[in-house]
């Protein structure tokens, strides 16, 4: 069989799983994979924006299901996975896309220890009750493919996403031992370390109007391409790079990206300020 009809097996007529799924990244690879030929359930708390995206699907002659649920629950998660179970017996490929993002100083946040528990219940928690739920089913059958979004900034020691980058390790530390486990059992791990990319949840912070973000068609074409290849790690060769540097010289890594992320950030406020200011000057 041609490398082309492997790789393209890997995804026509696959159940997929995709969370996140009613906007930004998860919403593109369904799209993007619908048009390959898998078969896509959606998972999301917002269930019109779900349903929008698959009418666009099936317009376009995909097969497409929703399941609305708030992974931070773990009764609306059990029951979403329940849901997809009594469906889709075979689920062939999880992506635990959906996730939350908090920039802000420890120093800031003293009174905030909401702040990590939100990112550890929808970044951490969330994938791994979800994997508990779908993996037996990937074991009983020895074929399955779990794909966890992870981060740059669990390369690169990034200032103010304490609580975000915390519960990005933890998955990763969760995704490399269950790695190890599936030897041999081809149940492939793959996570993803993606840049800052170009979507609804970093809308809000204007600073990143300012800086270069991967568009959110890329992003999703990282998902095709895991499912296709199966890598243990996809990152930026600037990111696999510095996570490098950061392993061999972690003092001086730090110190480096410490005092450069946190003069530009210092930088972009000020951007962000006298936009404003001539806004409402404007105005």
């Known amino acids: ?23 930004g990244i998860g919403a593109a690879a369904a799209q993007q994979l619908a048009a390959r030929g898998a078969r896509l359930c959606l998972v999301a708390r917002r269930e019109d924006e779900l349903r929008q995206v698959q009418a666009a699907i099936e317009a376009r002659g995909g097969q497409c299901w929703v399941y609305p649920a708030d992974l931070t629950e773990e009764k609306s998660l059990d ?19 959906a ?17 990590y528990q939100r990112t550890m219940q929808i970044n951490y928690f969330a994938p791994v009750r979800l994997t508990q739920k779908l993996l037996p089913q990937m074991l009983a059958r020895n ?25 990005k390790m933890a998955l990763e530390g ?33 600073a990143y109007k300012y800086i270069k973000q991967m568009d959110v068609d890329e992003a999703a074409g990282w998902i095709v391409t895991a499912i296709e290849k199966r890598p243990a790690r996809m990152a930026t060769r600037i990111g696999e790079a510095w996570g490098v540097a950061q392993k061999a010289l972690p003092l001086l890594t730090t110190a480096l990206t410490g ?25």
């Not at 029951?79 to 896309?97: G, K, M, S, T």
């Not at 946190?262 to 930088?267: F, G, I, L, S």
């Open 1 to 23: 069989m041609r490398q082309e009809d492997v790789l393209s097996a890997r995804i026509q007529r696959k159940t997929i799983v995709i969370t996140g799924a009613s906007s």
């Open 79 to 97: 029951a979403c996975a329940a849901a997809i179970l009594a469906e889709h017996p075979r689920v062939d490929v999880l992506v635990n896309n």
């Open 99 to 115: 996730g939350r993002s908090i920039r802000r100083l420890v120093s800031e946040s003293f009174d905030r220890f909401h702040d």
């Open 143 to 167: 074929s399955g493919h779990l794909i966890n979004v992870s981060s740059y900034s669990t390369l690169v020691p990034v200032p103010r996403f304490a609580a975000y980058v915390a519960s």
């Open 174 to 206: 969760f995704s490399q031992s269950l790695a190890a486990e599936m030897v041999g059992k081809n149940i492939h791990v793959t996570l993803i370390h993606y840049p800052l990319v170009k979507t609804p949840m970093t809308a809000p912070t204007a």
């Open 259 to 283: 005092r450069l992320l946190m003069n530009r950030a210092k930088k972009l406020a000020t951007l962000v300020a006298q936009e404003q200011k001539a806004q409402s000057s404007g105005s």
